[in-house]
C-alpha cells in the first residue's frame, strides 16, 4: 500500500498563490507517476496534473497551464502543485493520488492509491 498526505491548502485572494505538497510513504517504489485531481462543489473529479516520478514528463489540464506548476522531490518522496494567479473558479478539494501505471493518465478512476484532500478556497 501507498499512504499520500497532502498540505498546504487554505483561503487566498484571487490573484493570489498557493503550494500544496503530498507526502507519500509505503510501497512507494510501486509507484510511476503522481497526479493532482481537484474536486469543486456539485461537480465530478477533474485531472489537474501529473508528473512521473523520474520527474521526467509532466502533463497539465489547459485551464491551469502557465499558472500551476507541478514538481517532485524523490528524496523526500513529496509532489508539489504550485499555484499562482488563483481564481475563484480553481476553489475545490485538491487530491493528490498515485497511479501505478508508467504512463501519464488523466481519468480520476484509472488512479491507484489517494489522499484525503485538502481545500482550497479562493475569494473573489
Known amino acids: 500500500q501507498v499512504q499520500l498526505v497532502e498540505s498546504g491548502g487554505g483561503l487566498v485572494q484571487a490573484g493570489g498563490s498557493l503550494r500544496l505538497a503530498c507526502a507519500a510513504s509505503g510501497r512507494t517504489f510501486s509507484i510511476s507517476s503522481m497526479v493532482w485531481v481537484r474536486q469543486a462543489p456539485g461537480k465530478e473529479r477533474e485531472f489537474v496534473a501529473a508528473i512521473s516520478w523520474n520527474g521526467g514528463s509532466t502533463l497539465y489540464l489547459d485551464s491551469v497551464k502557465g499558472r500551476c506548476t507541478i514538481s517532485r522531490d524523490s528524496a523526500k518522496k513529496t509532489v508539489y502543485l504550485q499555484m499562482n494567479s488563483l481564481k475563484s473558479e480553481d476553489t475545490a478539494v485538491y487530491y493528490c493520488?498515485?497511479?501505478?501505471?508508467?504512463?501519464?493518465?488523466?481519468?480520476?478512476?484509472?488512479?491507484?492509491?489517494w489522499g484525503q484532500g485538502t481545500q482550497v478556497t479562493v475569494s473573489s
Open positions: 493520488a498515485a497511479d501505478r501505471s508508467s504512463r501519464l493518465r488523466v481519468v480520476p478512476g484509472e488512479f491507484d492509491y
